[in-house]
């Protein structure tokens, strides 16, 4: 039986981590390392996780974010394969099991599973994505199989397993990005290796915070950064499917416009007006659907009718 390491970085969740690690320490598949990355928590998460220390690795490091959590994970793991969890999300017993015998049987670097929130809807696209998988079956995707990139909600960080030495081999989570470091990866993985599925719930995703993870901001400054990040990872995204998949490249150029568009509105807001028409302009050339061209139109041909409109709404 092959050793996984199961990644949880954590800030300030002293009760929600608790339960991650629980559903972690009752999977079926025994031979794992659970490793808690405490990225500067200040309330009693230490204290909460001490009755498990026999049982998991815990490593407590200066606050530097969810990228670097996640790294320093990947560097004191010593499991074959990873896999990561959020330390307000938990697993089904069987998720490791199905999926560690899914790749043997694949021959997979990289599998997924279904994630669903609260209401026990799935919450990711890769039930519709292939409309052949049967409920409970597994398939592989090879590399070149572009289908993933033509949904929008692509499969959760938290439901993945994968080779250790795949994730050193991408550079593990850009640090320099403050969202989308999951999308980016994911995205890498799936390109070089292709993937498979286990078509069946086994992650639940907490949506009822109890407060901020390590990556949420809600200003629109901080906004601003976080678009800034979405536009990267897509617009890297782009570049890499268009010899790839026409249709593929196309989707993903949609999620572009989107974002950039997105981007404009905010600058606009911040009363950032030569930085606001140059992502509108931007917008306009990559097209997108008809929302992004009014709201680049406006910005455009309008500025002062709806800079006031935007700042109050992200003012908010």
């Given at each position: ?24 320490l009752a999977q079926s ?127 959760f960080l938290q439901s ?121 302009t931007e917008g306009l ?32």
């Amino acid at each position: 039986m092959e050793k996984v390491s199961i990644i949880i970085p954590t800030y300030n969740r002293s009760r929600q981590v608790v339960e991650a690690v629980e559903s972690v320490l009752a999977q079926s598949w025994t031979e794992l390392e659970v490793v808690v990355i405490d990225d500067g928590s200040s309330d009693d998460t230490e204290k909460a996780l001490s009755p498990y220390f026999d049982r998991i690795r815990y490593v407590r490091k200066a606050n530097g974010g969810v990228s670097s959590a996640r790294n320093r994970g990947i560097r004191e793991a010593t499991g074959g394969k990873v896999a990561f969890l959020d330390s307000d999300d938990t697993w089904h017993p069987e998720k490791l099991r199905k999926q560690m015998e899914c790749m043997a049987r694949a021959g997979s670097k990289v599998c997924f599973c279904v994630s669903a929130d609260e209401s026990g809807e799935a919450i990711d696209d890769l039930r519709v994505m292939d409309s052949g998988l049967e409920p409970g079956g597994e398939r592989f995707y090879p590399p070149g199989d572009c289908r993933m990139f033509k949904f929008p909600r692509h499969p959760f960080l938290q439901s993945m397993v994968a080779e250790r030495e795949a994730l050193i081999r991408a550079g593990g989570f850009d640090e320099s990005l403050r969202v989308a470091e999951d999308t980016r990866l994911i995205y890498q993985l799936i390109l070089a290796h292709g993937y498979s599925v286990v078509n069946e719930i086994l992650v639940g995703i907490c949506r009822d915070r109890d407060g901020p993870g390590l990556s949420d901001t809600m200003d629109p400054e901080s906004a601003f950064k976080r678009f800034e990040c979405y536009i990267r990872v897509q617009a890297e995204a782009w570049w890499r499917l268009v010899p790839l998949d026409a249709e593929a490249a196309s989707v993903v150029r949609g999620n572009l416009a989107y974002f950039v568009s997105r981007q404009a509105e905010i600058a606009c807001a911040l009363g950032w007006k030569p930085i606001a028409k140059r992502y509108a302009t931007e917008g306009l050339a990559l097209r997108g659907g008809l929302k992004c061209l009014v709201r680049n139109l406006l910005i455009r041909l309008a500025y002062p009718l709806v800079a006031g409109r935007f700042a109050t709404k992200w003012r908010k």
